[in-house]
């Protein structure tokens, strides 16, 4: 990992630490690009906040005023959704809805129209809900005011003026770098480096305005010092300061009752002094990012591997700073946490003992369709019941699990749980339709099969 720290305007430690491959002998460096995760939607804020500025929209306003096509799937919460709200995780929506999308290859556009056919949990602004989709809605709607892609505002507006010059938001680039580090997984229990030419490698790039900036500690500590500088960075002004603080605002109270969800941050009433922060996980990387304004202080963390390590090593480094005791040891307990859940996520990928066996593969091959997804394949291959879905014609075996249940296999995914589909059969044995389900038990999508032509 790489750890930063900023005083004020001056960053105060810069140090890497470990190797960029396990077994391996590069050392981590300050300039080590790590992918940054869910701390890219601060920037995704940010130039929003830009378009406030600049007068291009409110805060207030009605997303189709801006994006005609946006729409939720009820009409009265689409006409109600306001540019804010795409970024306040609080649309009602399951956690996470979509997100397979992504890893799919549905592409940026394909994923901004499917939020017409997620059906909500909640109603609108009345729970706290993390999702990723809408910060792609968010992205869209300063592409529509400027004309210009997301990622050239990010480099136009962000990057350049605060010299980042080792940012990227693509594969492309990332593997460009001559310093990167590489990307784990745990696959059985054991740490294994993800290749370069993993099949899914792309996915966070797809959700790049949610989750797929580059970078490394250099660059994030001047990001620390622009969000510090209340917008203005060595001397000048970046962004005005009421809009940047816009974005740090509470929007959504997260279960708990001592955090919420701003617009792209969490603010926390931490023990000691009010915390602004948010972590990042990609399939390979953890990320934590916090500032102190009262203490004029910062930090991140970066790391090639998804732990509860960053966060817990940059609470720890908080209390000590403030001089607070702290009501727990945050690494113990976060270890302690991570191994349990990791133990209950094996156990819960072993098949029932008493798991009845499904029907034959042929009872449930054909061709399906489904208004989130569109059409999908069922196919047999070398005995095993395969999925083929999305714009690319992504393969994804189906594990028999309990009868007319079968688990997502995706291949590289390693110990991560995807899901499941579960088959409805009709009366004459075959199955008729199926639905795909995501880790927690929420439905995604149904599946009808198309009748023969």
């Known amino acids: ?10 960053v105060i430690y810069s140090r890497g630490f470990g190797f960029k491959e396990t077994g391996g002998t590069e050392a981590v460096e300050p300039d080590t690009v790590f992918q940054i995760g869910s701390t890219s939607k601060a920037f995704t804020a940010t130039l929003v906040a830009f378009m406030v500025e600049e007068e291009k929209l409110g805060w207030k306003d009605p997303v189709i005023s801006h994006l005609p096509y946006f729409a939720m799937a009820d009409p009265w919460v689409t006409k109600e959704f306001q540019i804010r709200d795409l970024m306040a995780q609080h649309s009602g929506m399951p956690p996470y809805a979509g997100d397979i999308l992504a890893i799919l290859g549905y592409s940026r ?26 910060w792609l809605t968010a992205a869209a709607v ?17 990057l350049d003026p605060l010299g980042m010059t080792g940012t990227s938001c693509s594969k492309e680039a990332l593997f460009r770098s001559s310093d990167t580090a590489v990307f784990h997984i745990l696959d059985g229990g054991k740490v294994k480096p993800i290749p370069r030419d993993w099949i899914f490698f792309n996915w966070p790039y797809i959700y790049a305005p949610a989750g797929g900036i580059n970078s490394n500690i250099v660059d994030m500590a001047k990001w620390l010092r622009f969000q510090l500088g209340e ?9 005005g300061s009421e809009n940047l603080a816009a974005t740090h605002l509470p929007q959504t109270p997260t279960p708990g ?10 603010k926390t009433d931490h023990q000691s002094y009010p915390l602004i922060w948010h972590n990042g ?54 270890l ?29 091959l054909g061709i399906y369709e489904s208004p989130l997804f569109g059409t999908a394949c069922l196919l047999q291959d070398h005995g095993s019941l395969v999925l083929r879905v999305g714009p690319k014609g992504a393969t994804v075996t189906l594990k028999p699990w309990n009868r007319d249940t079968f688990r997502f296999e995706f291949e590289g995914m390693g110990d991560e749980d995807m899901g499941t589909v579960r088959f409805e059969i009709s009366p004459e044995g075959e199955a008729a339709a199926f639905y795909i ?12 099969r198309k009748a023969a032509d």
């Open 142 to 158: 300063v592409e529509a005011k400027t004309g210009r892609s997301w990622e050239q505002n990010l480099q136009e507006r962000i």
């Open 109 to 134: 556009d394909e994923i901004i129209r499917s939020t017409a056919h997620i059906a909500p949990v909640y109603s609108f602004r009345s729970e706290f809900s993390y999702v990723n989709n809408l």
């Open 336 to 364: 302690e946490a991570w191994k349990k859940n990791l133990a209950e996520d094996r156990a819960g990928m072993i098949r029932p003992k008493d798991a009845y066996p499904p029907l034959p593969n042929e009872s449930y």
């Open 437 to 448: 389900v995501d880790p927690d038990g929420e439905l995604l999508s149904r599946f009808a």
């Open 257 to 266: 009752g001592t955090s919420a969800y701003c617009m792209g941050w969490v």
């Open 281 to 334: 996980a990609t399939s390979g990387c953890a990320t934590f990012v916090a500032i102190v304004p009262e203490l004029d202080l910062g930090v991140v963390i970066l790391s090639n591997l998804v732990t509860p390590a960053p966060d817990a090593l940059g609470m720890t480094f908080l209390d000590i700073y403030s001089g607070t005791t702290p009501s727990v040891d945050h690494l113990e307990k976060s």
């Open 231 to 239: 917008g203005t960075f060595e001397g000048k002004k970046i962004l």
């Open 1 to 10: 990992m790489a750890v930063a720290v900023v005083q004020g305007d001056e």
